[in-house]
């Protein structure tokens, strides 16, 4: 529970962050998705646009990025090589 809250809490400062217009909001966000789930929160694609997609597929969030539908997104934003570079190929396919 005390995670969850804590979770929530760091979505809406990066929420609240992104509606301020603020350039640094990447690093809070990726530090935000370091819980299960988070990456299902919605956030995927706006981090994608602002390009942290290398940053989230290192962190290991390429399959689940995928899964939920972004990976037209992250090859749009140009990562495909980098899926492919993280052995993501095959998920995409």
């Known amino acids: 529970m005390k995670k969850t809250f804590r979770l929530r809490f760091r979505i809406a400062a990066v929420a609240a962050a992104t509606a301020l217009g603020l350039v640094a909001v ?8 370091q819980s299960d789930d988070a990456v299902a929160t919605g956030w995927g694609d706006e981090l994608i646009r602002n390009g942290w997609g290398d940053e ?9 990025l995928i899964r939920n539908g972004w990976g037209d ?15 993501w190929g095959d998920e995409l396919i």
């Not at 989230?56 to 689940?64: N, S, T, V, Y």
């Not at 997104?73 to 993280?86: F, K, T, V």
């Open 26 to 33: 990447g690093p809070a966000a990726i530090a935000a998705t």
């Open 56 to 64: 989230l597929i290192r962190a290991g969030w390429g399959d689940e």
């Open 73 to 87: 997104e992250l090859i749009r934003a140009g990562w495909g090589d980098e899926l492919i570079r993280n052995g």
